[in-house]
């Protein structure tokens, strides 16, 4: 694994960007993964189409909750349709590391609680 991207991950990790409750969010949605006991939550404001802010809280392992501070700063200011047609392989490839998976379960949960969140669904 190269350290820059190991040192990616830990940072947002320690210091998780757009970490916090958001008041006045239209969307609310928690997703979970089971088999290892990762939490995210996202706390989403949209007006007129586009992301205007965006938060999470969660627990579990670097690799989940770096994936959901990382897909916050990626969405922020985007139209809907940007995170509607947001592929799996763009987080993933944000995240730039190898992962077993496992941990691509980890990784993923991010993106796809927060299409169900927007959605309903994952698309």
Do not use: W
Request: proline fraction near 2%; include cysteine; charged fraction near 30%.
């Amino acid at each position: 694994m190269d350290d820059i991207y190991l040192e990616h991950i830990l940072d947002h990790f320690k210091s998780p960007r757009n970490y916090g409750i958001l008041e006045d969010a239209n969307y609310v949605y928690e997703g979970g993964n089971p088999t290892c006991g990762d939490m995210v939550k996202f706390f989403v404001k949209v007006s007129d189409g586009k992301i205007e802010d965006i938060r999470f809280i969660g627990k579990g392992c670097a690799i989940s909750q770096a994936s959901a501070s990382i897909l916050t700063e990626l969405v922020k200011g985007k139209d809907l349709e940007f995170v509607k047609n947001m592929t799996k392989e763009q987080l993933l490839d944000e995240l730039g590391i190898e992962l077993s998976p496992t941990r691509l379960k980890c990784a993923l949960l991010s993106i796809e609680t927060l299409k169900i969140a927007l959605f309903g669904e994952l698309s």
